[in-house]
């Protein structure tokens, strides 16, 4: 008689542990950052469908519905976005600077520090050209 073989039990396994628990919500939230691209290319192309197009996506973008969309999708980025900045030192290859190894706190708070920088430079440009 054949002993039978063992079967790993894969039904649930990213539950067990918290790392993969997170994992799996971080690579969720992809979906998220998916869907907004959808959302801006819409806006994209009823700008080039002319004003009226555009005027028409600008008042479903304030629709209550809309809103809750985007409150949701915001939550999500910024998870998404803060679990990217706090793998980063384990992504990356090793720095070091006077010899000495960077701290990987010290590469998340520059990798927070830059985005902060893109952002406000984006609103200031938004700011300037706004009519």
């Given at each position: 008689?054949?002993?039978?073989?063992?079967?790993?039990p894969?039904?649930?396994?990213?539950?067990?542990?918290?790392?993969?628990?997170?994992?799996?919500?971080?690579?969720?939230?992809?979906?998220?950052?998916?869907?907004?691209?959808?959302v801006?290319?819409?806006?994209?192309?009823?700008?080039?469908?002319?004003?009226?197009?555009?005027?028409?996506?600008?008042?479903?973008?304030?629709?209550?519905?809309?809103?809750?969309?985007?409150?949701?999708?915001?939550?999500?980025?910024?998870?998404?976005?803060?679990?990217?900045?706090?793998?980063?030192?384990?992504t990356?290859?090793?720095?070091?600077?006077?010899?000495?190894?960077?701290?990987?706190?010290?590469?998340?708070?520059?990798?927070?520090?830059?985005?902060?920088?893109?952002?406000?430079?984006?609103?200031?440009?938004?700011?300037?050209l706004?009519?």
């Open positions: 008689m054949k002993p039978k073989s063992y079967v790993r894969m039904a649930g396994w990213w539950r067990r542990d918290p790392f993969f628990v997170r994992y799996m919500w971080r690579e969720a939230t992809a979906f998220g950052v998916a869907v907004y691209a959808v801006l290319m819409f806006g994209a192309l009823r700008l080039a469908q002319g004003e009226a197009a555009f005027e028409g996506w600008l008042a479903a973008m304030r629709s209550v519905p809309s809103l809750v969309l985007h409150l949701v999708l915001f939550v999500s980025m910024v998870y998404h976005a803060t679990s990217w900045f706090e793998i980063m030192p384990k990356m290859p090793a720095m070091y600077i006077g010899g000495q190894r960077v701290a990987a706190s010290t590469i998340t708070r520059a990798g927070f520090a830059a985005a902060a920088a893109a952002a406000l430079v984006l609103f200031a440009i938004a700011w300037m706004k009519p």
